[in-house]
């Protein structure tokens, strides 16, 4: 049994003590502070809360999550990011709703192109789920000279232990809301379905984690429990923030993995996800799909989601993978993003006849003018639309700033299916 219990955060500030009283979230910034700082590579680091529709811009956001704890299991929230890799399936987690831990600095890292996003909290268009939250960021500064992998682990475990912290104000708490899932009972009535959700990936820095261990292009399939996401088990690296990679907040709130698991024995029997990172080779393609697809039907899996975060060429792995599943008996969904014709937008390289049900969840292509902005939390200077490139042009951060599309805008494309803005049958 799987219990998801809830604990939302109407109103949130600074003060002499962490604490969460009936809606009311109270933080001691030194406190939060000194859990970042612990670790040497950080140089400074200071704890700022932005709130919905405040006059504040936030930069140079690499990630974002939520605080929650287990707290009926052996197991821990995080798991193999902080502490050890426990095995989650079940147990109860306490969540604070409304909250989220978001990590803000530039980091001297070859993925710098990709992380530089920005957020204003007062211009919510395109809405996120962001502009909703109380955000506690952490906006910090590297010490310059460490290895990727260092600056990885040092700003992905401080941004957990603040978030792990927060969320012991709740674990002896009664929640507000608290949702039961039987995940570990099947009913043999009821057709068993699977995600499959496709990753971006590279070598050197893998971009998601699942227990604290890179997904790398091109292995195996992984597969993922329902509990694992609720858990913390997956994440995303704060190296590759930019809007058109997931943040950690999103796999603990996967919406299509909530969905299928508050349907689970009432229409259908949930098994959980498969996740796959793009090979690089046709041979390595051919491999992951047909073995997502001998998997699935090993589990007698009726149907399935396909879910596409990436584009470009991994759009072929995903036609694989419908190809190989649908040959075999399982009905397939694609989910995908908009395909729009400017360069902005992903394509469709490649399109299989067995693809005949897929779900549009949007476009990033879309301009967005940004005014002035009173506060700044993080850098004080940004790249000439958010490109972080070498020798691109700085410009002040309070200045206005103009976007041709949503990549440098934090958790403005919606790559989960969570908005749903456009939806069309093709």
């Not at 009926?72 to 989650?88: I, K």
């Not at 395109?126 to 590297?142: C, Q, R, S």
């Not at 959980?272 to 090979?279: D, I, K, S, Y």
């Not at 036609?319 to 014709?341: D, F, N, S």
Request: proline share 8%; glycine share 8%; net charge negative.
């Amino acid at each position: 049994m799987l219990e998801i219990a809830e604990f939302p955060v109407r109103s949130a500030a600074p003060g002499n003590k962490t604490c969460y009283d009936q809606g009311a979230f109270t933080f001691d910034a030194d406190e939060l502070r000194a859990l970042v700082v612990e670790d040497p590579a950080f140089e400074s680091a200071c704890v700022e809360l932005a709130c919905p529709e405040e006059d504040v811009r936030i930069t140079y956001i690499c990630d974002a999550a939520d605080a929650r704890i287990m707290v009926s299991t052996a197991g821990e929230a995080y798991p193999g990011t902080l502490g050890a890799p426990d095995l989650v399936h079940s147990g109860r987690v306490h969540v604070l709703k409304g909250l989220a831990i978001m990590v803000a600095g530039e980091i001297p890292s070859v993925f710098r192109g990709q992380r530089s996003t920005l957020l204003d909290m007062h211009h919510p268009h395109p809405d996120t789920p962001f502009h909703h939250t109380y955000n506690l960021v952490i906006a910090f500064k590297v010490r310059t000279g460490l290895p990727d992998a260092k600056y990885h682990v040092a700003i992905q475990q401080a941004q957990l232990r603040v978030a792990r912290r927060v969320a012991e104000t709740i674990r002896n708490l009664t929640p507000s809301h608290l949702e039961c899932f039987p995940l570990d009972q099947v009913n043999r009535d009821l057709p068993n379905v699977v995600l499959v959700q496709g990753l971006r990936g590279h070598q050197d820095a893998p971009p998601f984690w699942l227990y604290g261990q890179g997904l790398y292009p091109g292995r195996m399939p992984m597969f993922a429990h329902p509990a694992e996401f609720f858990a913390g088990a997956i994440t995303t690296s704060p190296l590759v923030g930019a809007a058109t990679y997931v943040p950690s907040w999103y796999w603990f709130n996967h919406p299509a993995v909530l969905s299928l698991t508050r349907e689970h024995g009432k229409s259908l029997n949930f098994l959980g996800a498969f996740l796959h990172v793009r090979p690089d080779t046709q041979a390595e393609k051919e491999f992951v799909a047909h073995r997502i697809a001998l998997q699935a039907k090993a589990m007698n899996a009726k149907g399935a989601i396909i879910g596409a975060t990436v584009t470009g060429n991994a759009v072929v792995d995903n036609m694989m993978a419908c190809r190989a599943m649908e040959a075999e008996g399982i009905k397939v969904v694609y989910l995908t993003h908009e395909y729009a014709p400017q360069n902005a937008g992903p394509r469709l390289p490649y399109l299989v006849p067995e693809a005949d049900a897929i779900v549009s969840t949007g476009t990033w292509e879309m301009q967005i003018d940004l005014g002035a902005a009173r506060r700044i939390i993080g850098p004080t200077e940004i790249p000439l639309n958010m490109d972080a490139a070498p020798n691109v042009q700085r410009v002040p951060a309070r200045d206005p700033f103009k976007f041709n599309n949503l990549r440098g805008l934090f958790g403005s494309i919606d790559l989960l299916g969570d908005r749903f803005s456009v939806i069309r049958e093709y």
